[in-house]
């Protein structure tokens, strides 16, 4: 454990602060994220520049939202049904005791992932993150990151409708399930005897599975992935009631 | 930990099985341990029935646990006879935190007889800092405090968002990190992580 390890290399006034970072989030403090790990996510998570409008047409963040600080709490409608969604507020520096208390009022609209980027604009330019002038967004616009293996809701229902013989697609679901209907062209395998019956599965084949939700989807196609198939799998909700199909919702 | 010994005696009966029987799929993959579990825990490398890593998921209508185990995820089935370790029951089991899944093979499906959430530590009360004392604390500068806030969780737990001036210095990388602490030993460090679960 890290504190005794301090201790043990003479350290004489270790504490810990054991509940973490659960604890201090639900509190609706601010927690800090690096340049980077905003850089690597970029696209995926919702960017609040707070400087305002004006700043923001000087040079923001790319895909940035431009978003006064006094405007924050009258946009709420505007924010991410998803409350896991990735929150990323920003101002000129870190700027800690301007945005502290807007990470407090967004956490408490339910928000459990709300950060400060570290060193703020001028902190993005110092880490050559990727930049816009004009083109300044306004609304806020929120796309979660696939998974790996994940299979747009698109794509999914193009195969479906075209059945092309390239793909399969893999129902997962329970017998039970399935009995009120399946996909057209779909083949069953509950993903708990999926293990077991590998050898009836193509090789030759993309393999797309779906449930009803995301979830036995992926383990499934992981399942298959370890297997050294070729798969992807679809991560929303597919309702069939009576043979009518209701896809893809997340 | 005790436990270890009987999960060797496991291992040592599952490679008795991989050896009479024809390889199953997925040990041609990659390791089913990631490498931040191996920092600490190396003695599973390479063990042919424990999965470890980051708990995803748990599908009760498939009773299978899915584990982020770094470059893939691994999906062992769990049954009835599953022991839980360190939550009161699997559906407890919250993102994030790092689970050990030893398994037995039956037949086409690998079965779960230990899932063990990774255990929090026990800390003496007097050594412990609340939420309200680390935001004291921050009021004041780490120069000004005389304090440093040290985030000991991996990488990238850290970038995604950490306590306003915490150094990063993952718990399997400390050894080699020592020098990143203060000269002076009467600093206040203060440590944190993932907290209770």
Known sequence: MAARLAEKNGYNNVKVFHAGVPAWSQAGLPLISTTQFVNDRLGYLVVLDTRGEAAAKQGHVQGAVAMALDRIAKEKEQFPVDRKAY??????????????????????WGYQRVFIMEGGYQGWLQAN?????????????YLPRPHPGEITGDEFMNIVNNQPPEKLILDVRTL??????????????????????????????????????GLRAEMAYNILRN???????????????????????? | MDGLRSWRGLALWAGLTLLAGASPAWAAGGGMVSAGCLKCHSEYQDQANVVGGEFQSLSNQAKSIQVDVGD????????????????????????????????????????ATLVKA??????????????????????????????????????????????????????????????????????????????FR
């Open chain 2, 72 to 111: 893939h995820n691994e999906v062992v089935k769990f049954n009835e006879n599953t022991k839980v370790e360190n939550v009161p029951s699997l559906k407890d089991l919250k993102k994030p935190v790092p689970v050990m899944v030893v398994f037995e093979q039956q037949g086409s499906d690998r079965v």
């Open chain 1, 176 to 213: 039970a399930e399935t009995s009120a209907g399946m996909l057209p062209g779909a083949v069953n395998i509950p993903v708990d005897a999926l293990p077991g019956r590998l050898a009836e599965l193509p090789k030759d084949k993309e393999i797309i599975t779906h449930c009803r939700t």
């Open chain 1, 87 to 108: 929150l990323v507020l920003y101002s000129d520096q870190t700027d800690l005791d301007k945005l502290a208390p807007v990470v407090k009022q967004i956490s408490s």
């Open chain 1, 129 to 141: 993150g990727p930049t816009q002038k004009d083109l300044v967004r306004t609304n806020i616009f």
């Open chain 1, 227 to 250: 297997a050294k198939f070729n798969a992807r799998f679809l991560n929303d909700k597919v309702e069939i009631l009576e043979n009518r199909v209701f896809c893809c919702f997340k």
């Open chain 2, 118 to 195: 990774k255990p929090v530590i026990k800390v003496p009360e007097e050594q412990q800092l609340t939420v309200q004392q680390v935001q004291e604390l921050l009021t004041k500068s780490p120069a000004q405090g005389k304090y440093l806030l040290v985030d000991s969780r991996p990488p990238a737990h850290y970038q995604e968002g950490h306590l306003p001036g915490a150094i990063n210095m993952p718990f399997g990388n400390m050894p080699e990190m020592m020098d990143k602490l203060p000269q002076d030993k009467s600093t206040l460090l203060v440590f944190y992580c993932g907290g």
